[in-house]
């Protein structure tokens, strides 16, 4: 699923710059010889071996846990074999080509289905052979969330999977200035212990411990503080939502909130999140015995004066959590980073311009497609079925965006597909299809990938924008009934 491996490492010692460490050394030393004179006397008594299987000497020779591992070097006369690579555990897809005829006995009689309305559009391509199958379904349609494939494909692209975002902190004497670089996940506070929220985030807490050292060593301990998330510009409401999104389905868009503005007490969305990050700064600092006076202001700093700062996970991470959870607010932000990194201003427009740029350049064909954001929250997006098949073909052969595909949720377990597939004519897809959703009131969608009876990668898009409310769950059903036919179906040729 592409989640990166993640290392512990143990510090050995107190202090930063490691002056403990011989004084630790020598007592190390001195306990070895110790237990070496003490090894001696219990094979002289004839009980060493049997002190040893009961790992008594072992005991010994770490009390206090100041041994590991890495302190028990192996015998130099130890050779082992390199170690292999692991095998694939599954053959590489490799079925015959698919048959058009045998896709459209399989799914016309489930896109005729009553429930999904009178708009329906289904296309599917032979990702093993790279060609195009069937479709059907003309014109445009709203695609909902399916619509952060398109944003993340292009952000991927175009910004590139490593890329980290910065959240800074710089001086000016008795001032700093809190400065938002458009971390998605940045967090008040680090998880619980037995938490372990992915991607990682980088948190306030972190952030206000190396600004009070930093202060420390410059002698200062009251402060001014100001705030500035002046990275992102535009509207932070896109005026094309439904005029309740906001607070109640997302936050205005900023380049500096915590949590991303909710509140962990009420779970209420703030609608000024950078001030609200700002004052949860402040209070940190005022946990590590800093004084901070007068008022927050907000202000566009200048300064490379940094003195502290915490990154975000790499941006792989960000999309595979925006796609697997259907992340609004992450998913816009990122929009305005693919903005930035086109040299377009980084706004709702701005954003759109780059990621029309971006994918058309990779080969996704454009046409009518009418897009107002990046999350697929507005009614008003539309667009066209090739651009949805060409979007997921594209993420299957980009090496900048390898393992988007192994980002979409799968079938019945979890994200947004965690509690579908689970009705009569499901089976076939649970656990094999993966596809983003793509849920507004009367809009039902799924974009993504699935693997044939016979062995062959199909990419496919479903959208039904016509659904009455009344129809909802049934629609979502026939709509998993679709993609595990698809599963099912014997369609080589």
């Not at 306990?31 to 049997?50: D, K, W």
């Not at 900048?400 to 947004?416: N, R």
């Amino acid at each position: 699923m592409g989640i990166g491996r993640r290392a512990r490492r143990r510090d050995l010692h107190n202090s930063e710059d490691g002056r403990n460490r011989p004084r630790r050394r020598s007592r190390r030393v001195g306990r070895r010889v110790l237990v070496g004179l003490l090894v001696l006397v219990i094979l002289a008594a004839g009980g060493g071996f049997a002190a040893y299987d009961a790992g008594y000497l072992d005991r010994f020779l770490c009390a206090g846990g100041e041994c590991t591992a890495q302190d028990v070097l192996p015998p130099e006369e130890l050779d082992l074999p390199r170690a292999r690579p692991a095998r694939p555990v599954l053959e590489p897809a490799s079925g015959s080509a698919v048959s058009a005829a045998k896709v459209r006995a399989a799914v016309r009689p489930l896109l005729n289905d009553k429930a999904l309305g009178k708009h329906v559009g289904f296309a599917v391509a032979d990702l093993t052979h790279d060609r195009r199958v069937w479709g059907r379904g003309q014109g445009t349609f709203v695609p909902a969330s399916t619509l952060k494939l398109f944003t993340s494909l292009a952000a991927l692209h175009r910004i590139g999977p490593g890329e980290r975002f910065s959240t800074t902190v710089t001086r000016h004497g008795n001032r700093i200035v809190l400065v938002g670089g458009g971390d998605p996940y940045l967090a008040s506070k680090p998880p619980k212990p037995g938490e372990h929220p992915y991607p990682r985030p980088a948190t306030i807490v972190e952030l206000a411990d190396r600004t009070a050292t930093a202060l420390a060593k410059a002698g200062i301990s009251s402060v001014r503080l100001g705030f500035d998330d002046s990275l992102f510009t535009g509207p932070a409401v896109n005026p094309r939502w439904e005029s309740d999104y906001v607070p109640s389905v997302t936050t205005p868009v900023s380049a500096l909130w915590v949590d991303q503005g909710v509140s962990a007490k009420t779970g209420v969305r703030s609608t000024t999140p950078a001030q609200d990050a700002a004052k949860r700064f402040a209070h940190a600092l005022r946990q590590r015995g800093l004084t901070v006076r007068g008022k927050l202001t907000r202000q566009v700093e200048h300064s490379d004066d940094v003195i502290a700062a915490v990154r975000s996970a790499p941006l792989e991470q960000i999309t595979q959590s925006l796609i697997t959870h259907s992340d609004n607010q992450a998913a816009e932000v990122v929009l305005r980073h693919l903005a930035i990194a086109a040299g377009e201003p980084a706004s709702f427009a701005g954003g759109v311009r780059a990621m029309r740029q971006t994918l058309t350049q990779m080969g996704v064909p454009w046409g009518q497609n009418r897009i107002f954001d990046g999350s697929g929250l507005s009614r008003q997006n539309r667009v066209t079925l090739t651009s949805e098949l060409a979007v997921l073909r594209e993420a299957a052969e980009s090496s900048a965006a390898a393992g988007m595909l192994d980002d979409l949720p799968v079938a019945g377990f979890e994200g947004s597909l965690q509690d579908r597939f689970v009705t009569a004519g499901t089976g076939a897809g649970l656990g094999l299809v993966r596809a983003k959703t793509g849920t507004l009131t009367g809009v039902h969608g799924l974009s993504g990938t699935t693997v044939t009876a016979d062995g062959a990668v199909l990419a496919f898009v479903v959208l039904a924008d016509k659904v009455k409310p009344a129809n909802t769950l049934e629609a979502r059903a026939t709509l998993a009934k679709i993609a595990s036919a698809l599963t099912a179906c014997s369609c080589g040729r």
